[in-house]
């Protein structure tokens, strides 16, 4: 099983990025895929989540900037990102919780099995 992160990079304030989640060895559509975030310093903070079920979720702070969507064709999961901030510069990452996770456990880290590498996300001025 590997999750591969893909699509960071540096972008201007206000600009916008869209981040992959491609998988390896499994389906996604079987799971919930969540996106978390770590700036240096800092603890993996929740970002977002699509259950296996295509409802979502998103962290309070990022609700309206953030969609998540996924693509069973493809075996993927998206993070489309817009008006980037300073504040949303980090590593993100995709990990993947069984599909049956009740949500409650799906906004911490600790109710993800798998992970992928991550992908570095820089903001400018």
């Known amino acids: 099983v590997q999750l591969q992160a893909s699509g960071g990079g540096l972008v201007q304030a206000g600009g916008s990025l869209r981040l992959s989640c491609a998988a390896s060895?499994?389906?996604?559509?079987?799971?919930?895929v969540g996106w978390f975030r770590q700036a240096p310093g800092k603890e993996r903070e929740f970002v977002s989540v699509i259950r296996r079920g295509g409802t979502a979720a998103y962290a309070t702070s990022l609700k309206g900037r953030f969609t998540i969507s996924r693509d069973n064709a493809k075996n993927a999961v998206y993070l489309q990102m817009n008006n980037l901030r300073f504040e949303d510069a980090a590593v993100y990452y995709c990990g993947t919780a069984p599909g049956s996770s009740i949500i409650s456990t799906l906004w911490s880290a600790t109710g993800y099995s798998a992970w992928g590498q991550g992908t570095l996300v820089t903001v400018s001025s």
């Open positions: 060895g499994l389906l996604l559509g079987d799971y919930a």
